[in-house]
């Protein structure tokens, strides 16, 4: 069974049944059994699982929860990211057995492009970074004194403050 843990440290089990999947399709438009005829919606649902609000969104029908905000006070950026690997899972789960595999390894797939697609991301952020101009930023007519104060400027005066 799929898990996470929140970021106050509670352990969250997470079983999807094709009441919760129903219940799935009407509140967030993720529609698991049509998942089974036609694998290109799964990665549909995939995509739309990159949006932390429609993680919790989903995460509160699972979890019964009265709102989705009533669930954003236990998320954090690492416990978010564990709660939307454990859904992906449980969703797999949610499939007979026979279909697993290949719905695994199609999870697989789409990790990996998102993987390669967010080192491009940080490759390109780190390129940018490095070329960036930083003599702009530590200017040393925007330095007075002990370095700590600023220089703000007022209809052409100068006041240090």
Request: glycine share 4%; net charge negative; aromatic share 4%.
């Amino acid at each position: 069974m799929a898990q996470f843990i929140d970021r106050t440290g509670k352990t969250h089990q997470l079983a999807i049944t094709y009441g919760t999947a129903t219940a799935l399709k009407q509140s967030c438009d993720l529609d698991l059994p049509a998942c089974l005829l036609d694998p290109e919606k799964l990665v549909a649902i995939l995509t739309q699982l990159r949006d932390p609000i429609q993680v919790i969104a989903s995460l509160a029908v699972i979890l019964k929860a009265e709102s989705p905000e009533q669930l954003h006070e236990i998320f954090d950026g690492d416990s978010l990211a564990a709660a939307g690997e454990a859904l992906v899972e449980a969703i797999i789960d949610f499939f007979p057995a026979a279909q697993r595999t290949i719905l695994q390894r199609l999870v697989k797939s789409v990790k990996k492009y998102q993987e390669t697609t967010v080192q491009r991301a940080v490759s390109m952020s780190e390129k940018a970074i490095d070329q960036m101009d930083w003599s702009m930023v530590l200017a040393p007519s925007a330095i007075h004194g002990n370095g700590l104060s600023e220089s703000v400027v007022l209809s052409g005066t100068t006041a240090v403050t």
